[in-house]
């Protein structure tokens, strides 16, 4: 626990009354960051929350409905999902600014990665006028934080968890929740559609299912599909733990992974239920939510099994060792290698060696491991 954990509300803070809330850069990030922005909800229930965002995170804004209000934005010291579009240099950062301006937030929470520096999100909270400003910083933030939590992170095995950290970063100011679990909530349309998407798909009604995700938004992250097709043919055949059949194996991937989801399904003797079209986000979150297992990358999908309770096996990269399956029944597979913690989009080794040192029984023995925990 913290240090800080038990400390009362800071007078200043207390009496915030606009909050603003900065979670710049993916969605799996802004998930890890919700038990901190539950703790400023619980704390100052009469607070008006924003959630500014990525236009990844702000996609989570229907099942955030804690919240008042969320912008997005893409800061250009974040590096964005997709390559930014064309515009003149500054337009949309002033139009932020002068959005920020005419709200006059009394506060404002900078949620960082100890890789990141929280001082430009600060400056632009300064420039609009907000008197309070909190954030992790390394370096001297001078008057740009009003209130700075010193950095203590830097990347090795034993560091803080993300949520961790965010959690503690509110509670230097006071901010505390009975619930450190990360918050998802469900869309009763979501969960019907996806029901009467996997019994289209054929899914027998009452079959269990594990689902196989074999995305990730970064090249490095990336278990070879037919590694994860080999790991499937493991579980394939014979009865699960309660006595009823094998689950069915249920994929799907994400935007512009359609070539990944190909190449799973010609490894695989007999091809996988697979949902028509793209998911929306609802869409996915209630597929994991039916699923008794996902077996995925390190990825966004593997942060909302973690929000909704999913067992999840993930393939995790050594790229960052702050972001496992948070308080939910996990298997986390990886390979030891001297060039971990690289934070490396494309391997620069070019071997992958972190992930492709799995052996697919691995996978298959973990996920075995975790159905036979969670059969009824």
């Known amino acids: 626990m913290s240090a800080v954990a038990n400390s009362p509300c800071a ?6 009354r606009r909050v603003l809330l900065l979670r710049l850069d993916g969605l799996g990030d802004v998930l890890m960051s919700t038990p901190a922005m539950a703790a400023v909800r619980e704390s100052l229930p009469q607070a008006r929350l924003t959630l500014l965002a990525s ?11 804690w919240l008042d209000q969320v912008l997005s934005y893409e800061a250009p010291w974040v590096k964005p999902a997709t390559a930014a579009p064309d515009r003149p240099v500054g337009e949309a950062d002033e139009a932020l600014l002068q959005r920020l301006r005419q ?26 006028g907000i008197p309070l400003r909190l954030a992790h ?7 740009l934080l009003s209130h700075r ?8 095995p034993t560091m803080r968890h993300e949520v961790q950290r965010q959690l503690d970063l509110v509670a230097s100011v006071g901010l505390h929740t009975a619930d450190p679990g990360l918050r998802f909530t469900l869309r009763p349309a979501d969960v019907r559609r996806v029901a009467a998407q996997l019994a289209a798909a054929g899914l027998a ?39 009823q059949g094998a689950p069915a194996l249920v994929a799907c991937a994400g935007p512009g992974e359609a070539g990944l989801l190909q190449r799973l399904c010609a490894a695989l003797p007999h091809p996988p239920l697979l949902l028509p079209g793209t998911q929306s986000l609802g869409e996915l979150a209630a597929l994991i939510a039916g699923a008794r297992l996902l077996i995925a990358n390190n990825s966004g999908p593997v942060h909302l099994a973690a929000a909704l309770g999913t067992p999840v096996v993930t393939l995790y990269a050594l790229t960052n060792p702050q972001h496992t399956p948070w308080r939910v029944s996990a298997r986390v597979l990886s390979h030891e290698v001297p060039c971990r913690d690289c934070l490396q989009s494309v391997c620069p080794e070019g071997h992958q060696r972190c992930l492709t040192g799995v052996p697919p029984e691995a996978v298959a023995g973990a996920a075995r491991e975790l159905l036979a925990e969670a059969a009824p």
């Open 205 to 243: 009604p009452g079959r269990p299912y594990v689902l196989v995700h074999p995305g990730a938004s970064a090249p490095s992250r990336r278990y070879p599909p037919e590694a994860f097709a080999a790991a499937a043919r493991g579980l394939a055949g014979g009865e699960d733990a309660s006595g």
């Open 103 to 128: 709200e006059r937030f009394d506060a404002a929470i900078i949620f960082s990665t100890c890789t990141q520096s929280a001082l430009p999100a600060a400056l632009m909270c300064r420039l609009a």
């Open 55 to 65: 236009p990844a995170g702000a996609s989570l804004a229907p099942h955030l409905p």
């Open 11 to 16: 007078p200043a803070w207390g009496q915030a």
């Open 149 to 156: 939590l010193a950095e203590p992170d830097a990347l090795r």
């Open 137 to 143: 910083a390394r370096e001297n933030s001078y008057g």
